[in-house]
């Protein structure tokens, strides 16, 4: 039993207890399950998918405190919700803001990603943290998370360049990489259809009703960005397929792999010189 136990393995494309030593996985059918390849630490997965969701909601947090930390004196306290316990510009500009000021004058490209991370105030990162642990869940159970984690990052980085080309000087929020999973649950929705679709599309519609609302009513909103992720997300949610169609493989891990190492390495390179500039 005990020799049995040190050879088995969870396959890892579908996650089924297998023998280390079978050619092929008895139930999805990949080649060599066992090589160390394919077992490395891109391919076997969050064991607990909450993990995704907690690492980004850390990481957003993380790099707000940074960005309150570089400047303190700097920081506002004026009594507008909007505007408390906000970050100065100079410091997010350092972190990773984009826009057409960030990329058209100092040619920043990688602020496109980066902006994700970043936000204005406390009521602006609490909004999206809020919205991402709700709709990010769903995301993970009917795309997986490597493909949930995919859709949040490109959504972002497309959403921030659609506002770019629409000439939005300054930007930043995790808002447009939200969208994009709004716009990848609208899609799941309608194309699933039945009791279930057609109860997922409703309530994923509602966000976007309300995002676009609060973008009308509220002055300095990027409702570009917002547009561009959530066009986005249903985009990638179409090529890239659901849990019901398409099981999570191994092109989505390694591109969830690329995603990951282009975020810890573009916002690594914005906390090391941010801090530096600012001594």
Known sequence: MQDQERHSILCPNCRK????????????????????W????WTRGFQNPDQLLRA??????????????????????SLNPFSFLSPNNESLLLLGATGTFPIARFHRWW???????LHAGILHIAFNMIALKQIGPLIIEEY????????YTVAGVVGFFVSYLAGVAFTLGASAAVCGLIGAGLYYGKSRGGVYGDTVYK?????????FAFGLLVPGINNWGHGGGLVAGALLGLLMGYKDRVRENLFHKMMAGVCAVSTLAIL????????????
């Open 111 to 117: 602020t496109l990603l980066s902006a994700s991370y």
């Open 203 to 211: 309530q994923v519609g509602g966000w976007v009703i309300g995002l």
């Open 268 to 279: 690594c390179f914005a906390m090391v010189t941010g801090i530096l500039y600012s001594l």
């Open 38 to 41: 394919k077992n490395n630490v």
């Open 56 to 77: 980004l909601i850390y990481l957003n947090v993380g790099m707000f405190i940074l960005a309150l930390l570089l400047n303190p004196r700097a920081m506002n306290f």
């Open 144 to 151: 997986g998370p490597y493909r949930m984690f995919i859709i």
């Open 17 to 36: 207890l297998i023998s280390a030593d079978e050619p092929h996985c008895p139930y999805c059918g990949i080649a060599n399950p066992g090589s160390r």
